[in-house]
């Protein structure tokens, strides 16, 4: 699939589409638990925009980018959205909500996983209460971005499409 993509350098993330590269990508973007309560849960921690916000702000940096953008809180269903990731994408953007500092089962399928894995949070984990420190996710990634908000989750995009490009 033709990809055209807006810039290659962070300080274009939010430019309109230009100096376009022509790649093939198919991206995952995966949210865990809670997170379909972004805007009303927890605002100065997590901020005012909505899921459904930054879903469309990724559509608008990578318009022709075949990104997949899903939520659950169900932990089963993720591990069955990694497995399908891993058919299917060269790239999984993975913001596992609490997940993250709890689940075995995740870190299993992320393991197996053949996509390479951006982990994103929108606040930074390590900076917060003891327990979310544990990380399940992190040891499986290619890399991670915390504490940027909403924007971490167009720098994980705009990694992802360096990373094939
Ligand atoms: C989060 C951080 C997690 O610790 C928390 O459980 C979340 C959101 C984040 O994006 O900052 O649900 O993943």
């Known amino acids: 699939m033709k990809l055209s993509y807006a810039g290659n350098a962070l300080a274009k993330l939010g430019d309109p589409p230009q100096d376009r590269v022509t790649m093939t990508q198919h991206i995952f973007v995966l949210n865990g638990p809670n997170l379909n309560l972004l805007g009303q849960r927890e605002p100065d921690i997590?901020?005012?925009?909505?899921?459904?916000?930054?879903?469309?702000?990724?559509?608008?940096?990578?318009?022709?980018?075949?990104i997949e953008f899903r939520q659950s809180n169900s932990e089963g269903e993720l591990v069955d959205w990694v497995q399908e990731a891993s058919k299917k994408a060269s790239i999984l953007i993975l913001n596992a909500g609490a997940y993250t500092h709890t689940s075995v089962a995740l870190h299993d399928a992320l393991r197996a996983c053949e996509a390479k894995i951006i982990e994103v949070h929108l606040s930074n984990p390590a900076?917060?209460?003891?327990?979310?420190?544990?990380?399940?996710v992190a040891p499986c990634a290619t890399a991670s971005i915390a504490g940027f908000g909403a924007r971490g989750y167009l720098m994980a995009l705009d990694a992802a499409l360096q990373m094939t490009a």
């Open 46 to 66: 997590y901020g005012h925009e909505t899921l459904e916000d930054i879903h469309q702000r990724m559509k608008t940096a990578a318009p022709n980018a075949e």
């Open 127 to 136: 900076a917060r209460e003891p327990f979310r420190s544990t990380n399940y």
